[in-house]
Every structure is written in structure tokens, then in C-alpha cells.
């Protein structure tokens, strides 16, 4: 009995180290993937300012 209630015991921390795995890995995915986007995005707003593109209208 006592052996049976500490396997539950230690598949439910198991379980809880999995969630808590879960999360992290989508917040870093999530990181990563603002990281990437926002360098992406800003990349190109460099380069008009930068050149002074006639065709960019100044906001």
C-alpha cells in the first residue's frame, strides 16, 4: 500500500515537472519568435531611414 501511494505521489510530480517543462518551452518559444519577428521588423525601418527614401512619406 505505502509503496503503491508513493508511485502515485512520484507520477504526479512527474506530471507537474512535465506541465512546468510545457510552460517554459512556449514562453521561450514565444521569446525566440518575438525576438526573431521584431529584428525582422526592424531591419527595414533602418534601412529607409537610413537611405532617406523618397517614396517613405516622414510620419
Known sequence: MHLREK?????QHQLQ?????NRLQQQLEAQMWLTTSNSFATLP???EQEQQ???QPAK
Do not use: K, N
Open 17 to 21: 515537472l512535465q506541465q512546468q517543462l
Open 53 to 55: 527614401l523618397p517614396s
Open 7 to 11: 508511485q502515485v505521489a512520484e507520477q
Open 45 to 47: 525601418v533602418a534601412d
